[in-house]
């Protein structure tokens, strides 16, 4: 069960913690690049983008709370998915034996959809998010 609650924690570790810091820096680069080139080119943006900066943050702030309880709380629902793997594959002759192929499909599809009814918000919050971000930026 320990297993189940760090695999995708350390998937996330080795994949794609990588790829998002390097987007990240990226991202960052070439936010400050603009924010020189603009700075020099018209001084009076210099009024403009601290706000902007400061409505960024707050939204964001807003975002990571909300985001990081929705992360947990997929978390918990994957793990009876994995669970329910595990003993599945552990008793997959028995299962057979007995005819209950069609009740543990049917079980672990619940499971499924559970774990999916606790991700998909997480999705929605990551549209939301990039939804604002997206309407400052085009202020």
């Given at each position: 069960?320990?297993?189940?609650?760090?695999s995708k924690?350390?998937?996330?570790?080795d994949?794609?913690l990588?790829?998002?810091?390097?987007?990240f820096?990226g991202s960052?680069f070439?936010?400050?690049?603009?924010?020189?080139i603009i700075?020099?080119?018209?001084?009076?943006?210099?009024?403009?983008i601290?706000p902007?900066?400061l409505?960024y943050?707050?939204?964001?702030?807003f975002?990571?709370?909300?985001?990081?309880?929705?992360?947990?709380l997929?978390s918990?629902?994957?793990?009876?998915?994995?669970?329910?793997?595990?003993?599945?594959?552990?008793?997959?002759?028995?299962?057979?034996?007995?005819?209950?192929?069609?009740?543990?499909?049917?079980?672990s599809?619940?499971?499924?959809?559970?774990n999916?009814?606790?991700?998909?918000?997480?999705?929605?919050?990551?549209?939301?998010?990039?939804?604002?971000?997206?309407?400052?930026?085009?202020?």
């Open positions: 069960n320990l297993v189940n609650r760090f924690e350390m998937d996330t570790i994949s794609t990588p790829q998002v810091i390097k987007m820096m960052l070439n936010v400050l690049g603009a924010c020189i700075l020099l080119a018209t001084p009076i943006a210099a009024v403009v601290p902007l900066g409505i943050f707050f939204v964001q702030r975002y990571v709370a909300t985001s990081r309880q929705l992360k947990r997929e918990v629902s994957r793990s009876p998915v994995y669970s329910h793997f595990n003993e599945t594959l552990l008793g997959v002759s028995v299962i057979r034996a007995f005819g209950e192929q069609k009740r543990f499909i049917r079980e599809d619940l499971k499924v959809d559970e999916q009814k606790a991700y998909y918000p997480s999705i929605v919050a990551n549209r939301w998010l990039a939804v604002r971000l997206e309407s400052v930026g085009n202020c």
